[in-house]
Nanobody, 123 residues
Framework: QVTLVESGGGLVQAGDSLRLSCAVS????????VGWWRQNSGKEREFVAA????????YYADSVKGRFTISRDNARNTVYLQMNSLKLDDTAVYSC????????????????WGQGIQVTVSS
């Protein structure tokens, strides 16, 4: 059984920081690419960031470059998304995902998904 459980979401003000965590069980994280995706109400899910199982390779959407950082702790099977300088447009349900491949992937190539967690940024 593979599960991914997000935590750390909530309501913050614009300019604040927040760190999301994704606890992964049932797979060896060090051989999986992990990613974060988000979906705002009424819009399609969009890519946020990914960390390849190939060490040292990360990918970011242009909208979050310089503000968000994806990282992992393979020993603890946990993935993180550090979000700084949050904007109103960052409001969304954030989901972590994993896939047995390299590169950023897309929504069809990720094998496992978490349930998602709400992040709301207010003015």
């Amino acid at each position: 059984q593979v599960t991914l459980v997000e935590s750390g979401g909530g309501l913050v003000q614009a300019g604040d920081s927040l760190r999301l965590s994704c606890a992964v069980s049932g797979l060896m994280l060090h051989i999986y690419t992990v990613g974060w995706w988000r979906q705002n109400s009424g819009k399609e899910r969009e890519f946020v960031a990914a960390d390849s199982w190939t060490p040292g390779t990360t990918y970011y959407a242009d909208s979050v470059k310089g503000r968000f950082t994806i990282s992992r702790d393979n020993a603890r099977n946990t993935v993180y998304l550090q979000m700084n300088s949050l904007k109103l447009d960052d409001t969304a349900v954030y989901s972590c995902a994993a896939r047995a491949g390299s590169g950023p992937g897309n929504r069809l190539t990720y094998d496992y998904w978490g349930q998602g967690i709400q992040v709301t940024v207010s003015s």
